[in-house]
């Protein structure tokens, strides 16, 4: 099982980044998928999940700015973020758990977003 972030990077405040996890090696379509962040300092915090039946959660300090979404056809899931904060600068992980068998967690290697001017 491997999942691969892409499109971190440095943006300014106000800006957008959309993260990408291609997913490999399960059945995506069962998997919940999920983005995850830690901060310096702080503790990794879910910030968006989606079911296979893309059904999504969000932290509230993201709601109405970031959109979780999945193609199950190419094995991806997309973190689109807009209005970007400074206090969005964290290590952004993707995640994969089975919907049953929790235990079955897979986590890719994290993707750093720097939010800054």
């Known amino acids: 099982v491997q999942l691969v972030e892409s499109g971190g990077g440095l943006v300014q405040p106000g800006g957008s980044l959309t993260l990408s996890c291609a997913a490999s090696?399960?059945?995506?379509?069962?998997?919940?998928m999920g983005w995850y962040r830690q901060a310096p300092g702080k503790q990794r915090e879910g910030v968006a999940t989606?079911?296979?039946?893309?059904?999504?959660w969000y932290a509230e300090s993201v709601k109405g700015r970031f959109t979780i979404s999945r193609d199950n056809a190419k094995n991806t899931v997309y973190l689109q973020m807009n209005s970007l904060k400074p206090e969005d600068t964290a290590v952004y992980y993707c995640?994969?758990?089975?919907?049953?068998?929790?235990?079955?967690?897979?986590w890719g290697q994290g993707t750093q977003v720097t939010v800054s001017s």
């Open positions: 090696g399960i059945n995506f379509n069962i998997y919940v």
């Open positions: 995640n994969a758990i089975h919907p049953v068998f929790e235990s079955d967690n897979t």
């Open positions: 989606i079911t296979g039946g893309h059904i999504g």
